[in-house]
């Protein structure tokens, strides 16, 4: 009979889903906040788009437009940022936990304690079981490309699913933009009613989705760079990082250093964005795992 590999076994634990409903509910904390900006930013675009030119109201509009943008950048970043710094630890944790490193007390800080997590779980509202199998496990794959191949896969599968949501949050503000232009050019407006009237208050909007656009494209641009080093890895039997176990933990160490300060920049995406995608997602990994079992099989 085999035995159950060690970071499947580890990934379906207590103290592993625990972890995870806990990361659950700090990122969901996260996505409230930048949800409720992204609303009022929408709010405010289409009041100032309703009061046209010449309305009385016009002039109270455009002010709060500009006063939102500096309550998002001065107060609802901040906060949706302390949310995200713990989401990036909680996740952390699990990480290190799960795959055997240690922990980068420089890097990261102090863990969590046990008793916010267990805190933080609680307040878990979603369906455990897609929490389980967090990873796709590489079971049959001997030492280390079972480990190697869950770097590989959040390196992978994170910059798939940010670059399709950077190419939205950028088709969100050309298309804003260009209607802004077309709609003045239809009713022959002045290119100061262009500003005034359409693009001063929605620039909380614009501002953010191109703060997101940049962001999310940075975080995939290293990501894709992290994962070409891990690839040559697995891809090179004679790698030096292969060569002995301390250069392994070494390197994997410093992917996951990676990973932990590109998840403190950018939160997680909205659950819907990231479903949508994920059975088309996770067989290319699929294919990808059955691969590296069939190259390097357990002996």
């Given at each position: 009979m085999t035995s159950i590999h060690p970071i499947t076994n580890r990934q379906d634990s207590v103290e592993a889903i625990r972890l995870l409903k806990a990361v659950a509910v700090t990122h969901l904390y996260n996505q409230r906040t930048q949800a409720l900006?992204?609303?009022?930013?929408?709010?405010?675009?289409?009041?100032?788009?309703?009061?046209?030119?010449?309305?009385?109201?016009?002039?109270?509009?455009?002010?709060?437009?500009a006063l939102w943008v500096a309550v998002y950048k001065g107060v609802m970043a901040p906060w949706a940022e302390r949310y995200l710094r713990s989401a990036a630890t909680l996740q952390e944790?699990?990480?290190?936990?799960?795959?055997?490193?240690?922990?980068?007390?420089?890097?990261?800080?102090d863990r969590i304690s046990e008793d916010e997590v267990s805190r933080l779980s609680r307040r878990f509202r979603g369906d455990e079981n897609r929490l389980r199998g967090y990873y796709l496990v590489a079971e049959t794959a001997a030492p280390p490309y079972d480990l190697l191949f869950c770097l590989e896969q959040n390196l992978a599968w994170g910059s798939?699913?940010?670059?399709?949501f950077s190419q939205v949050?950028?088709?969100?503000?050309?298309?804003w933009s260009i209607t802004g232009v077309l709609i003045t050019l239809a009713i022959g407006a002045t290119v100061s009613t262009l500003i005034t009237g359409w693009f001063v208050p929605s620039l909380a909007l614009l501002v953010l989705c191109l703060e997101m656009y940049r962001t999310q494209m940075a975080s995939t641009r290293e990501r894709l760079r992290v994962?070409?080093?891990?690839?040559?890895?697995?891809?090179?039997?004679?790698?030096?990082?292969?060569?002995?176990?301390?250069?392994?933990?070494?390197?994997?160490?410093?992917?996951?250093?990676?990973?932990?300060?590109?998840?403190?920049l950018q939160p997680r995406?909205?659950?819907?964005?990231?479903?949508?995608?994920?059975?088309?997602?996770?067989?290319d990994f699929q294919v990808r795992m059955q691969l590296l079992e069939g190259r390097f099989p357990r002996s």
């Open positions: 900006s992204f609303t009022i930013s929408i709010v405010l675009a289409v009041a100032g788009l309703l009061t046209g030119p010449g309305s009385q109201y016009g002039p109270a509009v455009v002010l709060i437009g944790m699990f990480d290190a936990d799960l795959l055997g490193l240690p922990w980068n007390r420089v890097a990261v800080g798939r699913i940010r670059l399709r949050m950028l088709g969100t503000l050309v298309l994962l070409g080093l891990v690839r040559v890895a697995i891809e090179e039997p004679s790698s030096p990082v292969l060569a002995t176990s301390a250069s392994l933990t070494l390197f994997a160490r410093q992917v996951q250093d990676t990973l932990f300060h590109m998840r403190r995406l909205p659950t819907w964005f990231f479903q949508r995608h994920h059975d088309r997602d996770k067989a």
